[in-house]
């Protein structure tokens, strides 16, 4: 395999809003992210993909961008944004940013043309359509955040727009190559500045099963859900090529696909050695037991779920490529609070959770926050909650007959703003994420959770992601952590997650998901112990046991 630069790469999702405030007005910004690129480096980080932060209404948090060319105000210019690149640079690191194109803001010019002239150039940009007989739609999807994909298009009545998400966020179209020609040029224009690639939005929706038609109703709306569509959806490749082709690959860039819904035969042209993106987010576990009524209806998961998905995509994937894991990111609540039963969430078995995912095959993302064990915040009501989806999704319950306690279980479980509240810097007020009054409410847990305690306590988890990377990034060990193949180990012993990286070395990782002691067989003897998250683990010959809440890597005799 040709090896390229980004193969051996940690990154780092910022979330900017809630990241740091340098200038006390409550949001986060891009001169906050550079106050940090020190705090980044020491951890380890080489990649920093940046969440959006282009000109926006913020209708979805900037996932909704109304200028493709700038910085929104709120989070800095467009000379701080370089600032930071070069920064980055300086320290040898990396910055992504988020390229969000199968949708813009209905605030966008080419919008806002759309309306004025829907038969003009930039209707073209749009799935713009009339309605039927009777105000018919074209056809009965569900958006993802809830109610039909069609809206009216203002100031004509017999019109609807398409959006898949909010309706501040109409699709646009890629059949057309004129947007197509906009969106390589946005994108050569970022890398031409100095950055080194994209984190890829909900691509796997730019291509849908035209012409449209509805599918069976999936609940009592009469709406469907979009996989259905989406499994039908043929040709994507051609837009995807054709993206590559023209932008990252003659930069060099590196690219990471936020791909659902993937076929198994597709990997290879999505991941493979000359693939669409560099890598793809696994959402194997982030996917598991959710419902299609809802989030109510969601089954909880469990490490051995946890252990299963993971073992699954990383069988899947084996060699073609390089998948990149997660345990949370914005849109998902915190990975200790989700993955780790209650009595878990110790700082014992968040580095359980920690190792778990992290010497895996594919490259490690670490959430802002995750580092020092950030966890969901509490809600007393429906009110206290920004997130659309969340809000959408408390409505679902009621509608489906839950209680106004049981729509809020489901919420607080699953709300994106669990991932969102304001990172948790130090024991002042607002956890030093702001002098002024933080956008969405702190976690009050910051007086035990921050990263200026733990950066202090050589036994805190910011410490164990330290040793996490520092291991990753050993000469002798890195070849076999980034080429080397996984292979599961023991998987049908419950709650033990054990698996081989196997390559120029051999190394054992063995996890144990609950409070008592297990004993396994190791498959040939260890050689040494390279990392442990308690004191001392108790080998004898090819047996090892761990204590409760372990995880320990070793390296094994070849
Ligand atoms: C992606 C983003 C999410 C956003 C959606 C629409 O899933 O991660 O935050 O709401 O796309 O852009
Ligand atoms: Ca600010």
Redesign the pocket.
Known sequence: MRRQWWHDKIAYQIYPKSFCDANGDGIGDLRGILSKLDYLKALGVDIIWISPCYPSPLA??G??ISDYYDIDPRFGTLADMDELITEAKRRDMHILLDL?V??CSDEHIWFRRACEDPDGKYGRYFYIKDVGPDRALPCNWRS?FGGSVWEPLPGHPGKVYLHL?HKK?PDLNWENPEVREDVYKNINWWLDRGLSGFRI??IINIKKALPFRDYPADREDGLSNLDAMLAEAKGIGSFLGEMRDRTFAPHDAFSVG?VLNEKDEELPDFIGENGYFSSMFDFAPSGFGASHLGWYNDVPVTPEDYKHCVFGAQQRVGNIGFLSNIIE???RPRGVCHYLPPEGRTEAGKKCLAAAYFMLRGLPFIYQGQEIGMENIWVDGIDEVDDI?ARDQYRVALDAGCTIEEAMDAVRRLS?DNARTPMQWNRSENAGFTVGVPWLRVNPNYVTINAESQQTDPGSLFHFYQKLIALRKDPKYKDTLVYGVTEPWLEDTENLMAYRRRGERELMVLVNFQSRLITAELPSNAKQVLLDNLDGCDIKGKCISLQGWQAVVLELEL
Do not use: G, P, S
């Open positions: 979805d948090q996932y909704d969000v199968n949708h993802y998400f966020q939005d909900a936020e990111n914005h849109d989806a994106r």
